[in-house]
Every structure is written in C-alpha cells, then in structure tokens.
C-alpha cells in the first residue's frame, strides 16, 4: 500500500528496485519463444510416464502446466515496457511454472524405487540446463526459476531413502543435487557474463556504425554544399571563356578555349567527387530507361576519334552490326564508364591503337549480356598495379599525376557504377603488353517511345522573349546574362525569391530562370507561391537552376511547379536547349502579347 512502513512490504520493494527491468524483460521474451517447444516437451512427458505415475496425475500435470505458459504467454506476448508491477506477476510465474514442471519428476518415479528417483534427477538436471540457457539476461528470472529446481532436486534424497534406497545413497544423491544446482550458478554466472559482453559489444558496434553513418552523411552534405559553391564560379568562368571565344580574334580566342577547356576539367573532377561521396553514402540511383545503345557507342567513338588523331593513334570500333539498337538502362552512367575507359587508354598509350570490341548474347531472364572490352597497345601493367587499379584516389605511380592529371577517381568510380547497375569491370594486363579493360553489363530489350525525338540542331534564337533571372548571386546573374546575349533574350535579374514574385505579380515574361538555392526564399518555394497565386505569370514555364541532378532534387522541382532543369555549372548549349522546350509549350499568339 502507498505509505506503508510494513518492513516485508520495504524489503520488497527494496528487491524489486534491484532488478534490472530491462534484462527481465529480454529473458521474458527469450522464453516466449520457447513456449510452443516447451509444451511439446510436456506433452512428450504426458505419453512416457503416463504409464509410471499414472494417467489422472500427467494429465492434470499438463493441464495446469499448459495452462500456465499460454498465462505468461498472453500476458508478455507484447514488448510493453517492463514496470515493476508485471515484474512481480513474471517472477510469480517463473517460480509457479518451475515449481509445475518439477513436480512430475518429483512424483512421476516414485512407483519404480530409488531407479525411478535416479530418473526423476535426471529429468529436473535437464530442467536446470534449461533454465540457465534461457534466463541468462535476468538474474531475478534465473533465481526465480531455479529455486523450485532446487529444492525438488535436494528433496529427491529423502525421496530415495523413503522409497527404499539407504541413508548413504541418500545422502549421496543429496549431495549431486547441491552440486547441480552450485554448478547451474556458476555455469549461469559464466554465460551472463559473456551475453553482457555480447550485448556491450553489440551496442558499440552500432554505436560506430550510427557515427559512421552520420559521418558520411556529414560528408555528403559537405560536398553538395561545396558543389553549390564551386559551380558558381565555374559557370561564371565558362560563360566569359565562352562570350570571349565568339568575340575574340587571333590569340584572344585560342586562350579563351584553353580557358573553357579548364573550366570543364574542374566540372568533371567536382563531379567525380560528388559521384564518390554519393557511392559511399549509398544515395546514388541508376535509371532504366530505353536508350539507342549503338547510337551511344558512334558518338563515344567520334567523341575521342580527335584526341587518338592528334596521338597518332588508330581508334577502332569492332562489333557494331551486331549491338542492338535499343536497350533499357542507365545510358548517362554506361557513357561515363566509357568515357573513362577510353579516356584512360588513350591517355597511357602512345604507338599503336585503341579497339573498342562490343559483344552481345542472350543473357538469363530475356536480358541482353552486354560486354564492351576496351584494348590499348600501351606499356601495360604489372601484377602488383592492377591489384591497386581501382583504389580511389590510387595513382600506379607517382609520376602519373605529374604527366597525366587525374585523381585515381575515375577507375573506381567506374567500377562501383558498373556493380550498381548489377555488372562489373574486369581488367587482364601484362606488362610491357597492354590492357584490356572489359565492362560487362545485364540490360533489359528497350522499347522505342514517341517520347524520344531528337534534339533541334538549330541554335535557340530567342529574340524579344523576357527572360527574368532569378540568384542571388551576382557571379551568376552576370554568367547568365552571357550566356543569353546571343541568343537576343531581354533579360531582367531578381536578387532573391522574394524580389523575384514582386517582379512577376506586375510584368509578363516568358520563361523564368530560378536559382534552386537562395537565402530565406529558395527557389522551390518561390514557385510554389507563384503557381498557388492568381497573376500574370502564373503559368509562365519556370526552369531550375540547381547544382544537383539526382532523381530526389528533379523530383522536388517538379512537385514545386518547375517545367524543367538546367544543371550547374550550367552548358551553354543545355540552357538554350531548355529554353527552346519551355516556348515551344507557349502558343506563338501567348508568346507575342507577352512580348507587345
């Protein structure tokens, strides 16, 4: 009773204080999942010693005991939290079931003598095995169903004597019982320990795999936040290298490429970094998406057709007739494995050529086996460097870096592309003979959409359309500006979300370019009050600008009202290209009243 200064009522709830409820509560569920098993045992018992101590008693034996695990059960089915209330109903039903169970070893034998109490020993030994193993979580749930065990098994001696047997095989059996049970202890107290351990042991390595998670995922935000930053000056860098180039003479025109030409190789290296920490955060997805697979290949192969030339190199392509037309996949990730293997052998290999071979037979299910050997004439490799080939950031050796660039990503990166699309890499080598690097790939038969049409080649010619650049960045409004002077654009520049919906609830424009990652107002945001608010600009197509391409960004722009994205740093002829798609959904007449 609440107050009470009863001293058995203090010294109870003095032990149950003590027990670990926790540790009750996992040996509760430990023996829940014995329970079928048990009443099997019970009712195997039913049969063998129905006989011996009488079908009436075995019989009311298993109704009481059957009864009393489907109790326990039923009141621990759940993982309720253990309070000291149902502590001290589960240590009451520890103690009765023992107490249950050992009574039939107790009373069954007693017909067949001092044989029969051997029998009986045995069966309560088995019974205290079985209560160690089971209740090594709880000491409270141990002592509780041992004590019954206990005290049957030392009682067995005077129940030898009774039945016949003498004082000293008595005593003896008396003394094997308390034997038994110190062993029980000490066998418990060993195993506890280990499960403690185990548990511990357990718990610190989840605790390390949850800071090595939040350590990726620290990373992963890291680099998409330096990747925001970055793209920013790069898109600024391409945009003027790009306006210089198509004003400038001589000279001036040829440092601007060179110019241009760094500029992509600082977006290529950012990407393969952003690829890396993807691939290590496991967030990076593959598409399935029918695509011409032989068309890929011809524009890989013109792609670095100039780069062998300039080499003096043969650039073959073998297996064309055979490669179907379309298959279903990844068809940007199968262009950036090739890339980096065709790349790479052009890079190392001085005299001879370079041989794309493609194969394809039937693979299991209606796939297509699809393998695309890439083989150079170059100085090879020896054992110990095609062990360390795909190592990120792993250079075969240190004067690589030095005549070559690179960062050892884009091997590793290729490989981890292929085993997410469920194929692989392989790599053969010898040195002073060349190499073969072979993308093997399972693709499904692709289907032709009408979707699928083929880009304009004709430049975007945009003259009188209003154009409202949304950043607020003035690096970017500038490159953006750039880039669409060309094209005779009228351009007006917004310096944040919330600027920008002033500007469109008073003027018309045809298309919006927004920045997805602005202080206060994002540009998500923005959209969705734009297309949420009665106005001018309501339907007006909405173009992103984000610094992220992964299937979970596009995603969010499309469910914040964009039409469509342009990812940083931004490719001038991908801009145009947006643009072009975003007036083509704007009727000529729509288009005109917006420009009087």
């Known amino acids: 009773m609440p107050g009470s200064t009863d001293p058995t009522v203090i010294r109870g709830a003095a032990v149950l204080n003590a027990i670990n409820l926790e540790d009750l509560a996992t040996a509760m569920a430990a023996r829940r999942a014995q329970a079928r098993m048990r009443i099997g045992l019970a009712a195997s018992f039913v049969l063998c010693f129905g006989t011996f101590a009488g079908w009436p008693f075995v019989i009311g034996w298993f109704c009481l005991y059957a009864g009393l695990q489907a109790l326990e059960h039923r009141l621990f089915a759940n993982d309720d939290a253990m309070t000291p209330a149902r502590a001290r109903i589960a240590l009451t039903l520890l103690v009765l079931n023992s107490a249950t169970f050992g009574a039939l070893g107790l009373h069954g034998p007693f017909p067949d003598g001092p044989w029969g109490v051997a029998s009986g ?38 129940a030898a004597v009774w039945v016949g047997a003498t004082a000293r095989h ?17 066998i418990w107290r060993t195993t506890a320990r280990v499960y403690r351990a185990e548990v ?18 620290a990373k992963s935000a890291f680099m998409a936040v330096v990747s925001h930053e970055l793209r920013t000056p790069i898109s600024a860098i ?10 400038g003479e ?42 011409d697979l032989r068309s890929l290949l011809a524009d890989q192969m013109r792609f670095w057709r100039a780069q062998a030339k300039t080499k003096g190199l043969r650039l073959r392509f073998i297996g064309a007739a055979a490669t179907p037309r379309l298959v279903a996949g990844d068809s940007l990730r199968i262009r950036q494995i090739l890339n980096n293997l065709i790349s790479n052998a052009l890079k190392f290999t001085d005299h001879g050529s370079v041989t794309v071979r493609v194969g394809c037979t039937p693979g299991e299910a209606g796939t297509i086996a699809l393998s695309v050997a890439v083989i150079d004439t170059g100085p090879g490799m020896s054992e110990d460097q095609v062990s360390r080939l795909f190592a990120p950031f792993e250079q075969l050796e240190a004067s690589v870096a030095r005549d070559h660039g690179g960062t050892g990503l884009g091997l590793a990166i290729s490989r981890d592309l292929a085993r997410l699309m469920g194929g692989d890499i392989d790599v053969t080598s010898t040195l002073g003979e060349g190499a073969s690097f072979v993308l093997r790939l399972a693709l499904q038969p692709g289907e032709a959409s009408p979707s699928q049409v083929e880009p304009s080649a ?6 009188g359309v209003q ?9 970017n409004r500038r490159a953006l500006t750039l880039m669409l002077e060309p094209a005779q654009v009228v351009v007006t520049c917004a310096t944040s979300g919330a600027d920008a919906l002033t500007l469109l609830a008073v003027r018309t424009f045809d298309v ?60 001038v002829a991908d801009l145009h290209a947006a643009l072009a798609r975003a007036l083509e959904t704007q009727a000529p007449s729509e288009r005109s009243s917006r420009t009087a």
């Open 121 to 158: 020993s045995l069966l309560l030994a088995g019974a205290i095995l079985n209560t160690v193993t089971t209740n090594m979580a709880s000491r409270a749930a141990f002592t509780a169903a041992l004590a019954p065990f206990a005290v049957y098994i030392v009682a067995m001696a005077f």
């Open 170 to 186: 008595g005593l003896l059996l008396g003394f094997a019982g308390v034997m038994i049970v110190i062993s029980a202890v000490m």
């Open 200 to 217: 511990r042991a357990r718990a610190e390595s989840e605790r390390r795999r949850s800071e090595a998670e939040s350590a990726v995922a």
């Open 238 to 247: 391409l945009a003027g290298a790009a306006e210089i180039e198509r004003t």
């Open 250 to 291: 001589g000279a001036t025109k040829g440092n601007a490429r060179l110019i241009g030409d760094a500029g992509s190789m600082m977006t290529a290296l950012l990407n393969d970094l952003l690829d890396m920490a993807k691939l290590d955060a496991g967030r990076l997805a593959v598409e399935q998406v029918s695509f």
């Open 458 to 463: 004709a430049p975007f010619s945009g003259g």
């Open 467 to 475: 154009v409202l650049v949304v950043d607020d960045h003035e690096i």
């Open 512 to 571: 919006v370019l927004m920045d997805c990652n602005m202080p206060g107002m994002d540009g998500r945001a923005a959209t969705r009050i734009l297309r949420g608010a009665p106005g001018p600009n309501r339907a007006t197509p909405v173009i992103a600008i984000t610094g992220s391409t992964s299937d979970q960004d596009v995603r969010e722009c499309v469910a914040a009202g964009m039409n469509d994205h342009v990812a940083k740093p931004i490719d």
